[in-house]
């Protein structure tokens, strides 16, 4: 699965593990991979998190406020599932490092797979924290050193842009990505 994975990237989703069974969780979700970003602390990704002050404590306390902690007396033993949307975070990653022209993924492409599932726990402590998705994004090309309108954007079928962008064509696109998610995805 981790194949054309750099070693940090493949430390990022050990770490992610860890930090689900740390919290009690049964699954990796996108807010594991974002405390495994934090803490693998070398990659592209961390030093971006670390220059918008996301900590592993403040992010840990804003998911559990999030999704409230888990059962103290639950034993989470093995090897757990990743939710659908960390799944999807993967894919999202392997598509970035292919549209910046990079042949393996690393921290910084699951960072900004993160920033295109705007409806994840990861997103909503960005927001909970004072960040906007796209300073993350835009932080992330300026580390690299390159330009992001030169990017293809992933698609993500989601309607959180028309909050951001209100205008009469995102509306109604908004709309018919969220249609199109309901009845057909």
């Known amino acids: 699965m981790y194949e054309r994975f750099t ?11 860890q930090e689900a069974l740390r919290m009690n969780f049964e699954y990796i979700g996108t807010e ?9 602390g070398s990659g592209v990704a961390a030093h971006v ?20 902690a888990a ?10 599932p990743m939710t659908p949307r960390a799944k ?22 699951l960072l900004l797979a993160l920033t295109r599932l705007d409806q994840s726990v ?14 993350v994004r835009s932080e992330v090309f300026h580390m690299l050193d390159c330009d992001d309108t030169a990017v293809l954007p992933v698609e993500t079928y989601s309607t959180t842009r ?18 199109y998610r309901v009845v057909i995805g």
């Open 71 to 80: 059962p103290a007396d639950r034993v989470v033993i093995g090897k757990l």
């Open 49 to 68: 998190l670390k220059n918008f002050d996301m900590g592993l404590l403040n992010v840990r306390q804003q998911i559990e406020k999030l999704l409230g």
């Open 32 to 40: 594991h991979v974002l405390l495994g970003l934090i803490k693998e």
């Open 162 to 179: 028309v909050i951001y962008v209100v205008d009469t064509h995102t509306v109604v696109s908004g709309w018919w990505n969220w249609l």
């Open 88 to 109: 999807r975070l993967l894919t999202f990653a392997a598509a970035e490092a292919r549209n910046l022209g990079h042949n393996c993924v690393g921290t910084e492409h």
């Open 122 to 135: 990861a997103c909503h402590v960005w927001l909970s924290l004072g960040h906007r998705i796209e300073d």
């Open 7 to 17: 070693d940090r990237a493949r430390k990022v989703m050990q770490l992610a593990h």
